[in-house]
């Protein structure tokens, strides 16, 4: 899929998708106990043009390297497929997909990975030695934590391409637990994705 889960608004700042390289990481007092809140967001991958693009262009320049080939992204209200160049900041791509139209672009104009997501589901997971999931609450709001069951799904609906939606975690340590690196708690986000037709 070509939605991610971010830590901080702007969505400069990607979690790792199951490999750990760049972890929604907080230090924990295992001793004592601890309970700490974040909230997190859910964006489609998107970047912008650093330079204008005429209407005939099929290669562009991207301000960060982003997609994949055999993607769609929408600039505007264009739709362009990738045909290489997919994880570069330098695409070759077909212009005018799903009968839009091809036009000029402006510097600076945002770039959206191309597809809507229906159903969206967000899922604390621990696949690995004793289940602490349960350790997770999430909900829509921080107020809402606090009914929130533990280690339940979180039901976030629809999302259309350009938009961002939010929710919160909160992470319940219990006194006496050796916490230190914990690493196998994952989100697990499920929904249906749609190209924009």
């Known amino acids: ?21 760049r ?5 924990y007092n295992g001793t004592d106990g ?5 909230q997190l967001y ?10 204008a693009i005429d209407a005939a262009q099929t290669s562009i320049a991207l301000a960060d390297p982003r997609f994949a ?10 739709q362009m497929l990738i045909e290489s160049g997919g994880g570069t900041a330098n695409l070759t791509v077909q212009r005018g997909v799903a009968n839009t139209a091809p036009t000029a672009h402006d ?3 945002t770039i959206y990975s191309g597809y809507d997501y229906t159903g969206l589901v ?3 997971i621990d696949e690995t030695g004793t289940d602490e999931a349960v350790w997770y609450r999430l ?17 976030l609906g629809d999302k259309a391409f350009q938009q961002t939606l939010s929710f919160w975690r909160r992470c319940t340590v219990l006194p006496g637990t050796p916490v230190q690196n914990k690493l196998d708690i994952k989100l697990r986000l499920t929904g249906t994705e749609n190209p924009i037709l």
């Open 122 to 124: 967000l899922d604390p």
């Open 69 to 78: 080939d055999g993607e769609l992204i929408i600039i505007d209200g264009e």
């Open 42 to 51: 859910v964006a489609n991958e998107q970047t912008s043009l650093p330079t």
């Open 34 to 38: 601890d309970i700490k809140d974040r």
């Open 139 to 155: 909900a829509l709001t921080q107020a809402e934590l606090d009914t929130a069951t533990q280690g339940a799904p979180l039901n």
């Open 23 to 27: 972890p929604e990481a907080e230090s």
């Open 107 to 109: 510097a600076g104009t």
């Open 1 to 21: 899929m070509a939605i991610h889960l971010y830590l901080n608004e702007a969505l400069t700042q990607q979690i790792s998708e199951g490999d750990f390289s």
